[in-house]
């Protein structure tokens, strides 16, 4: 089966950086991406690794290492609108699209 | 246009009843999903279709039947549903893996109470 984690909450102060950690056991491996998704609205894409090393995007990084199934989404300079929950998901399989998600992190910001 | 429309926004039904829920997009994408996500819970993959062929049911009971009817829609019907079955269904899409990138685009969701 499929097993990936996330911690359920974390909690941090406007203008700080946040790591939001997911590790993945998973039946081989397509790609592992990060979603945004604020309360009853549609989760939106934040990035995609394939293969180890850290991608940057502005405000959010996300890193990959694969022999250690372990990436993590980093979120600089704070902003209250970054409350929301940050959800991994997974491509295990060899081929087809099942994109698996983890339980999510909701992320709180504090003034 | 990087839009997934989903209709209806809101959906009331009784468990005897017949409904549809419908999802469109017009990105090009083969890829189409329907995931199911209850309240501080993650989305649920349900199904997946590929060139418009089911490629992936994931155990997902027979009151829930999808339609593809065409590249660019995606319908899911309800019958006989069940109280727990209120959830936000969402629908996404994308390019089939190894034809582009994978990003899944959602859809704002169809937010489903079963009386």
């Known amino acids: 089966g499929q097993n990936i984690d996330q911690p359920t909450e974390m909690t941090a102060t406007e203008g700080a950086i946040v790591q939001i950690n997911c590790t993945y056991q998973?039946?081989?491996?397509?790609?592992l991406f990060w979603y945004q998704q604020h309360a009853g609205e549609a989760p939106t894409f934040l990035s995609y690794?394939?293969?180890?090393g850290l991608e940057e995007k502005g405000r959010f990084s996300s890193f990959l290492s694969r022999s250690k199934g372990y990436s993590y989404l980093l979120l600089k300079e704070l902003q209250m609108k970054d409350s929301a929950s940050y959800l991994c998901?997974?491509?295990?399989?060899?081929?087809?699209?099942?994109?698996?998600f983890g339980g999510g992190t909701r992320v709180l910001v504090k003034p | 246009d990087t839009e997934v429309t989903q209709t209806p926004k809101h959906l009331v039904m009784g468990m005897t009843n017949k409904k549809s829920l419908k999802c469109e997009q017009h990105?090009?994408?083969?890829?189409m999903y329907w995931y199911k996500q209850k309240a501080k819970k993650p989305p649920e993959l349900m199904f997946v279709?590929?060139?418009?062929?089911?490629?992936i049911n994931e155990s997902v009971p027979s009151r829930f039947s999808p339609e593809c009817p065409n590249s660019s829609l995606l319908n899911l019907h309800l019958h006989a549903l069940q109280p727990e079955d209120s959830a936000l269904y969402l629908c996404?899409?994308?390019?089939?893996?190894?034809?582009?990138?994978?990003?899944?685009?959602f859809g704002q969701g169809t937010r489903l109470t079963v009386v």
């Open positions: 996404a899409s994308s390019q089939v893996r190894g034809q582009g990138d994978t990003e899944a685009f």
């Open positions: 998973t039946s081989g491996f397509n790609g």
């Open positions: 690794n394939v293969l180890d």
């Open positions: 998901a997974v491509i295990p399989a060899a081929a087809g699209n099942k994109l698996t």
């Open positions: 990105m090009g994408h083969r890829a």
């Open positions: 279709y590929s060139y418009e062929k089911l490629s």
